[in-house]
């Protein structure tokens, strides 16, 4: 950005122009997502690959900036430890099961998660980190998956939820 007296601030720098958007394509798709200041750089695409993240520079980019999403996606996946005594014990690994991208979520939705469930984490951490230290908790939770389904499939059937019981036991009290 230019202040009056015409000299920059270095701001533009920072960010690409307002109309740019991420150069990577997700899963074979282009991102939509305003390019922040991440340039995609080689120890980046290392990363993207070690870790089989399905991003890819657009050859038809004329930058390399990402956005802030895959930014924080790649930050993530560069911490994560791998706890191979699990892995190596079970032969099942977390792809068998879907995985919940947290990262889409509020920062206050994951603050109230982590109050809720009173996970602890360091002070000052970023979104990133907060919704893997979330995932982490996440499966951890144990699930009847026959008994909820069960459940959920009743309750489809007979048109009903705990919400609706709630109101119905309220509403004839008065």
Do not use: W
């Amino acid at each position: 950005m230019n202040n009056n007296n015409g000299f920059s601030t270095g701001e533009e720098d920072s960010r690409g122009p307002a109309d740019q958007v991420c150069c990577l394509l997700d899963d074979g798709e282009r991102c939509r997502n305003q390019a922040g200041n991440a340039s995609y750089s080689k120890r980046i695409q290392k990363t993207v690959t070690q870790r089989r993240l399905k991003l890819m520079i657009d050859t038809a980019a004329r930058h390399i900036y990402i956005c802030d999403f895959h930014k924080g996606r790649i930050q993530c996946a560069r911490t994560k430890r791998r706890r191979r005594d699990s892995e190596d014990d079970s032969n099942e690994t977390d792809t068998d099961l879907p995985e919940v991208d947290l990262y889409q979520l509020q920062v206050n939705t994951l603050r109230r998660y982590k109050r809720f469930y009173k996970v602890s984490t360091r002070p000052g951490i970023n979104k990133a980190q907060l919704s893997e230290t979330i995932m982490k908790h996440f499966k951890t939770i144990p699930i009847k998956e026959k008994e909820i389904l069960t459940y959920f499939i009743y309750m489809v059937k007979s048109n009903s939820n705990k919400l609706d019981q709630k109101n119905n036991t309220s509403n004839e009290a008065t």
